[in-house]
């Protein structure tokens, strides 16, 4: 399992790499191009494409996922797929059909008086497009193929970025012409995936197992709904608290943040589809244990470095209208990594509890609320990140308590603990002694103790995680592991 895993991992880490490596390299062009208030509405139209996914389609992709590992015949498990994309494009068809009119007062709902309706409508259609996609994306996963999945996903993310590119930086279009390259990446993806799974569906609809996968993913919509106002919650009080311009530096602010998304893709691509179809072998607790460890190795060492360097970061990235964004960096990238571990706790998805799950995501986006309500008035931007923090602590928490009633796995959790400790010590020491953001963010003095420091706390993450002989193994796995023939795009 550990080196289907890490060859797994890697071709999904590489083609993470590759897309969202396309997305940060055109980020600062934006961002030096938007004003603040400007990238507020693509911020919170990207909000709105996150709550319409997670809930449009009732979560779908979740079930087909669960049974489709189950199906012990490949005309079952066409079923199973054929059932769950016409329902998912009937759902998101009934959307476009009820916003496209509204389209108005939707965008003065949702952004403000002024802003042009097109911007919406160009949104709509993105959002319908991409639902689809997402589907069908996500079922290369389950298939065990992420070779293909990959490719999907640098070809989205080519698209967009050479779109937007082309006509916000040389046309000038401005806003909406970054939504047009969403819509345009998400058509050129579709037309990939139409390629490459064509035999995975058929012109078939089946009500039986409609009702199975709805009765996995039902409980899991308020659960996704408690996911998103976990995940953005803060940014919509903020934005009633403060501006679209707030919005914008909080945006920026994440974008950096998203760093994490890269440790974390790779991991989350390959952890589930594996763990679900061998969680019955007597080795698995015993590798996911290890997999955890090596993974929280990689992952803390990462947010040490972009905290400690994210006053540099944005001031790189960013023009001088997002000053102030750094403070966010650490809040959100730990709150993103707290969030995107729930992998290493498979426990309620193996057992089918979702409702429980679904009762763990609603109380963190509860939580996520009050805590922005009562934060961001009196602390801004500052606020929203302890809000998200906080709720993400909680959530993974509770997710991890309730895995490890099901499903338990002997986590070395003085060791984690001890880690996460000296990761967020050494943050905090370094943002105390060292001087951040103006003039410093470039200057030498600074840089090199941030360096210094990030290879201190690095080597004391990784003799707490990755002892010598757990490295020695891990990379002679890694240079054995090659993906199977599974995974391989044809």
Same mark, same amino acid.
């Given at each position: ?173 401005? %806003? ?6 969403? +819509? $345009? =990446?998400?058509?050129? @993806? #579709?037309?990939? /995936? *139409? &390629?490459?799974? !064509? ?56 974008? %950096? ?6 440790? +974390? $893709? =790779?991991?989350?691509? @390959? #952890?589930?589809? /594996? *763990? &679900?179809?061998? !969680? ?66 498979? =426990? ?143």
């Amino acid at each position: 399992m550990i080196r289907r895993f890490f060859a797994d991992s890697a071709v999904y880490g590489g083609a993470a790499l590759l897309s969202q490596g396309i997305g940060l390299l055109l980020f600062p062009f934006l961002a030096h191009h938007f004003s603040p208030r400007q990238y507020g509405i693509i911020d919170i139209l990207t909000l709105v494409a996150i709550i319409t996914n997670l809930t449009v389609a009732l979560e779908i992709n979740q079930g087909l996922g669960r049974h489709y590992v189950d199906a012990s015949q490949e005309r079952e498990r066409v079923d199973y797929a054929s059932t769950a994309l016409w329902f998912t494009v009937g759902a998101y068809t009934v959307f476009a059909a009820i916003a496209l009119p509204l389209a108005v007062p939707l965008t003065h709902a949702l952004l403000a008086r002024g802003v042009d309706p097109w911007i919406t409508r160009v949104a709509v259609a993105w959002i319908w497009v991409a639902g689809i996609v997402y589907l069908a994306q996500d079922q290369l996963r389950w298939r065990l193929r992420p070779r293909a999945f990959g490719l999907v996903a640098v070809t989205t993310a080519t698209v967009t970025a050479g779109t937007t590119a082309l006509l916000v930086l040389g046309f000038n279009v401005g %806003v909406i012409g970054a939504l047009i390259g969403q +819509l $345009a =990446g998400a058509l050129a @993806a #579709a037309v990939v /995936l *139409i &390629l490459l799974s !064509h035999r995975a569906y058929a012109l078939r609809f089946d009500r039986r197992k409609l009702a199975l996968m709805l009765a996995f993913s039902l409980p899991l919509v308020p659960s996704s709904v408690g996911v998103f106002l976990n995940g953005f919650a803060d940014r919509l009080v903020l934005q009633h608290a403060r501006s679209l311009a707030a919005i914008g530096v909080y945006g920026v602010a994440f974008r %950096v943040a998203t760093i994490v998304s890269l440790v +974390l $893709a =790779g991991f989350q691509g @390959a #952890a589930m589809p /594996l *763990i &679900l179809t061998r !969680h019955e072998e007597p080795s698995t607790r015993a590798e996911l244990a290890r997999i955890f460890q090596l993974f929280s190795a990689v992952a803390l060492t990462a947010f040490l470095v972009v905290s400690l360097f994210s006053d540099t970061e944005v001031h790189l990235l960013a023009s001088a209208a997002y000053a102030g964004a750094d403070i966010l960096v650490p809040y959100l990238f730990m709150s993103a990594l707290l969030f995107g571990i729930y992998i290493f706790a498979p =426990g309620l998805t193996i057992v089918k509890r979702t409702g429980t799950f679904a009762l763990i995501s609603v109380s963190s986006g509860v939580l996520n609320l009050g805590l922005a309500l009562a934060l961001v008035p009196p602390y801004g931007i500052r606020g929203a990140g302890i809000a998200t923090l906080a709720s993400s602590a909680w959530f993974i928490v509770l997710t991890m308590c309730f895995s490890q009633r099901h499903y338990p796995v002997a986590h070395d959790w003085a060791r984690l603990v001890g880690a996460l400790g000296v990761a967020i010590g050494t943050v905090v020491l370094g943002r105390a002694v060292i001087p951040t953001g103006g003039a410093h963010a470039l200057a030498a003095g600074p840089l090199a103790a941030k360096a210094g420091l990030s290879v201190l706390g690095a080597a004391m993450i990784g003799s707490l995680l990755v002892p010598r002989v757990e490295l020695t193994n891990t990379l002679s796995l890694l240079r054995r592991s090659r993906p199977g023939p599974q995974g391989s795009i044809s």
